[in-house]
């Protein structure tokens, strides 16, 4: 069956600090993955998504960077965190085509101080 | 472009009461809308999408493609329904979600 890894599931980083969240799939191949962020009292917002290594499509401008080095690892990046960094992220996979649920990672939970 | 809308950020509901949560997009074309939730301590999961057409939980859904909308429903509610309810929206074949902000539901015994 497939499972989805996210980790740290909180993290406090100070200002200015670099980042590094990371996401894996096991069982399948060729996902579609995503980085969502919640931020408080709003949504889910879609940050970044990848259809296969080395391809990565940015949503929204921001702070933040990801990379998919491996076929099923996308991992999101800051180099100086900022103060509206904090919220609360999210990695999912799909697979792709028509008709596909979204499955989600467990959260990271981000204070940036 | 594509929006989904969430009125209600908390719903308070008695045990055995009906529920609803309101949820209204705007986007041009075919849309493929869902249902996440996200009970406490677990992941974010779909609830239910509106090609389904099925009954998840006691829950339904129906596509009203004149009024835009995308109500959840339930005629009597349960404890365990407590939980934070997403309305999403799927506009593209990239899997992209548009969710709302989401609608906290307390079901009080």
């Known amino acids: 069956s497939q499972t989805i890894h996210q980790w740290p599931a909180t993290l406090v980083q100070p200002v200015g600090s670099p980042l590094s969240l990371e996401c894996t799939v096991e069982g399948t191949s060729n996902p579609n993955l995503y980085w969502y962020r919640q931020a408080a009292g709003r949504g889910l917002q879609l940050l970044f998504y990848?259809?296969?290594?080395?391809?990565i499509s940015s949503e929204v401008p921001q702070n933040l960077s990801a990379s998919r080095p491996q076929d099923r690892q996308f991992i999101l990046s800051s180099k100086k965190l900022l103060l509206s960094d904090s919220g609360f992220y999210l990695c999912a996979w799909t697979m792709p085509g028509e008709n596909t649920e979204a499955f989600f990672g467990q959260g990271t939970r981000l204070t940036v101080v | 472009a594509q929006r989904v809308t969430q009125p209600e950020k908390l719903l308070s509901v008695f045990k055995g009461a009906p529920v609803e949560l309101k949820c209204n997009y705007s986007?041009?074309?075919?849309?493929?809308l869902f249902w996440y939730v996200q009970y406490s301590r677990q992941r974010l999961q779909l609830l239910l999408r509106h090609i389904s057409r099925e009954s998840i939980k006691g829950f339904t859904a129906d596509l009203n493609k004149g009024e835009t909308s995308f109500h959840l429903k339930k005629p009597f509610a349960q404890e365990e329904d407590s939980a934070m309810y997403y309305c999403?929206?799927?506009?593209?074949?990239?899997?992209?979600?548009?969710f709302g902000a989401g609608t906290q539901v307390v079901v009080t015994p």
């Open positions: 986007y041009s074309g075919s849309p493929e």
């Open positions: 999403a929206l799927k506009a593209d074949s990239w899997g992209k979600l548009q």
């Open positions: 990848s259809v296969g290594i080395g391809q």
